[in-house]
C-alpha cells in the first residue's frame, strides 16, 4: 500500500496539534496497523459494492486514510467513536478527504446512531469493547441487508476488553451476521485478531 504524502503531513499535524500526543501516537502501533491493512486487504479482494462506508469505533480516523490510501473504490466514509477528542483528531488524519467532502467524523454512541442514508459497508473494529447487549443494540439499527465487517480479539489483559473470545468460532456464534463471507485470524505477537465479513 502507498500512502499519499500529503496525508503522511497530516497524520503528523494531528499528532502535533493534539492535546494527547501519546493517544494519537497509539493508533499507529504496529499491531493497529497491521490489523487495519489486514481489513483493508480483505476489503479490496471483496467483489461487492462499498463505495460509502460507516466505520463504528472509528477512534482517530487511521482505518480511514488508510482506505483512502487503498485501491477500495470509495465515495464516501463518517467515522463514529463516542470519544469526543476523536473527532477533531480523525479529521486532521483525513483532511485532505474532508476538505473534499469525502470524510466526516462525529461523536456519537454506535447504539443510538442514526444512519442519514443506507450504507455500502459498515465496519465495527472495536466490539471487544462493548458488552454483548450493547453489541446487539447496534447490530439491530444497521439496515438489513449491509454488509458488515467486525473485528475483535482475544487479548483479555487490558481491562476495557470485555467481550473477547478465544476463537474466531466463538466470535461468530455471538456476531448475528445472517450470511458470513470471510473468517480469518491475524496472529500477533501479544494476541489474535478476528475478522468476519458477511452481512446482516
Not at 466526516?104 to 443510538?112: F, H, L, N
Request: charged share 25%; net charge negative; proline share 2%.
Amino acid at each position: 500500500m502507498l500512502v499519499d504524502l500529503d496525508d503522511v503531513a497530516f497524520w503528523m499535524d494531528a499528532v502535533r496539534n493534539s492535546e494527547n500526543h501519546y493517544g494519537v501516537l497509539e493508533s499507529f502501533w504496529k499491531g493497529q496497523l497491521k490489523s487495519k491493512v489486514w481489513l483493508v486487504e480483505h476489503l479490496y479482494n471483496s467483489h461487492w459494492r462499498q463505495e460509502n462506508i460507516v466505520i463504528f469505533g472509528g477512534w482517530n480516523g487511521v482505518l480511514s486514510s488508510l482506505l483512502f490510501n487503498s485501491k477500495v473504490q470509495i465515495k464516501n466514509i463518517r467515522s463514529v467513536d463516542i470519544d469526543p477528542s476523536c473527532e477533531e483528531v480523525a479529521n486532521m488524519i483525513c483532511k485532505q478527504q474532508e476538505i473534499e467532502s469525502r470524510f466526516s467524523a462525529i461523536t456519537s454512541d454506535m447504539c443510538t446512531y442514526e444512519y442519514e442514508t443506507t450504507p455500502d459497508l459498515v465496519i465495527n473494529t472495536s466490539t471487544e469493547h462493548i458488552t454483548q447487549e450493547q453489541y446487539d443494540t447496534w447490530l439491530e439499527r444497521v439496515p438489513v441487508g449491509t454488509a458488515i465487517a467486525i473485528q475483535s480479539n482475544n487479548y483479555v489483559d487490558i481491562p476495557d476488553h470485555i467481550r473477547c473470545y478465544n476463537t474466531i468460532e466463538e466470535f461468530e456464534k455471538t456476531c448475528g451476521l445472517s450470511k458470513v463471507y470471510t473468517r480469518d485470524t491475524l496472529e500477533l505477537p501479544l494476541y489474535n485478531r478476528f475478522l468476519l465479513i458477511g452481512r446482516k
